[in-house]
Every structure is written in C-alpha cells, then in structure tokens.
C-alpha cells in the first residue's frame, strides 16, 4: 500500500470553492477506482464521492452537483472541485481506493481540514 497525500483545504466562506488534491505514490493506473471520504466530529466517516477508472462517478446525495471528482493518471492525483459550500461540509476529507468503500482501510492520510464558516 501506498502512502496517501490529501491537500488542499482551508477555511472558507459558505458558497465559496476549494479543490481537494490527493496524491499516491502507486501509479494510479493501478488504481481502479478511488474515493474521497469525508469525516466531521463526533460523525463517522461517509464516502463523498468516487471514480473509476473509466471516468464513472458517483456522489453522495449531499453533494451532488456542488462537488466533482476527477483524476489524471498521469499525476497519480485524484481532485475533488468542491464548490457552493455550506457549513456541514466541514470536515477532515481524505482519499481512499476502492468504490464500494474503503481497499486501504489501514492506511489512510493525515487528511485535509476543510472549514465552512462566515
């Protein structure tokens, strides 16, 4: 298993954007599908959104169409375009393969904080 790197967030206003970026070290044409997660305090972790390797998305119902995924091979990178923010979408995200759940279930990222406040 390789190490997960997930960037990008920080506070921002409600409506506003921020894209998420996740970065392994496995090429990710080894990866068939990869999934960001997302988990708020005292919540347990949900699956936010998720692509497979022939582009095939699918999003929880709380973020569809405000939230898209997307990756580039090329990069190893996965990015979640997160945008119309509210403040329940405050949260640590992380990334993960797998498309029904969690495949690295012992190896996750440090995460990135995301904040949505006024």
């Known amino acids: 298993q390789a190490r997960l790197v997930e960037s990008g967030g920080g506070l921002v206003q409600p409506g506003g954007s921020l894209r998420l970026t996740c970065t392994t070290q496995m090429s990710m044409y080894s990866i068939n599908a990869m999934g960001w997660y997302r988990q708020a305090p005292g919540k347990e972790r949900e699956l936010v959104a998720a692509i497979i390797s022939d582009g095939g998305t699918k999003y929880a119902d709380s973020v569809k169409g405000r939230f898209t995924i997307s990756r580039d091979n090329a990069k190893n990178t996965v990015y979640l375009q997160m945008s119309r923010l509210k403040p329940e979408d405050s949260a640590v995200y992380y990334c993960?393969?797998?498309?029904?759940?969690?495949?690295?279930?012992?190896?996750w990222g440090q995460g990135t904080q995301v904040t949505v406040s006024s």
């Open positions: 993960n393969p797998g498309w029904f759940g969690p495949l690295w279930d012992d190896s």
